[in-house]
């Protein structure tokens, strides 16, 4: 096999600038839904990059929980990102929909929500997640799995689910979107690329960009 062989020829829909909402949220909410109903595998997994205090990207996948003014995600504050996202508060963040041949970019910054609405979230997920939320010392080094493994035992022997309280270092963040990009694959890799530019509170610049 050799990689730069590789190709698809994107025929499936097209985007046009006349056709999308005032507001990229508006048109996110469509596209999410498109591919909630065309059964997109994992279809709100996103790849999240910020920055490192060396001046580095750092990216890896976390799960859209929530679209409002912005989008809405769930980690540990002492999380490599978290930490990031302390020193440096703006981020990306990237859908990919293949089955759609369709591709979203995000560009803003992430701010924390309220405590109630990670109370909210925290609550609602199952037990085994509350319990690993708080076993886990994420992005830190561990000797081995057993030290997550005793950890978690530990916990369970002294918490359940009336008892157990979602940690402070545990919570959500929304990134509140600047610029936002929809990419709609096209053939002979001319792609549709439409492109948001915040210009006000509730204003957006919308302009295609070649691809």
């Known amino acids: ?27 996110f909410k469509i596209w999410v839904e498109e591919a909630h109903q065309s059964k997109v595998h994992e279809w709100n997994a996103m790849n ?11 990216s890896r996948i976390v799960l859209l929980k929530e ?8 980690t540990n504050y002492n999380s490599a990102k978290g930490k990031e996202l ?11 929909w293949p089955v759609l041949e369709r591709q979203v970019r995000f560009i803003g910054e992430v701010e924390k929500i309220k405590i109630e609405e990670s109370d909210a979230y925290f609550f609602s997920r199952p037990f085994a997640s509350q319990i690993g939320a708080l076993a886990s010392p994420q992005s830190q080094v561990i000797p081995n799995r ?22 402070e270092h545990w919570g959500g963040y929304r990134l509140v979107p600047e610029e936002v990009e929809f990419w709609q694959g096209r053939s002979s890799r001319l792609h549709d690329r439409i492109h948001y530019q915040r210009e006000g509170e509730a204003s957006w610049k919308i302009e ?3 691809p």
Do not use: H, W
């Open 146 to 167: 057993a030290f997550l493994e005793e950890k978690e035992a530990a916990l369970l022997k002294k918490t359940d689910e009336n008892t157990i309280k979602r940690p």
């Open 48 to 58: 999240l990059s910020t920055v490192r205090p060396d001046g580095k990207p750092n």
């Open 1 to 27: 096999m050799k990689l730069a062989d590789i190709r698809i020829d994107y025929t499936l829909k097209s985007l046009d600038e006349k056709d999308v909402k005032p507001s990229p949220i508006d048109q």
């Open 67 to 74: 679209v409002d003014t912005g989008l809405v995600f769930f």
């Open 86 to 96: 302390e020193n440096n508060p703006f981020a990306a963040i990237t859908f990919f």
């Open 208 to 210: 295609r960009l070649a």
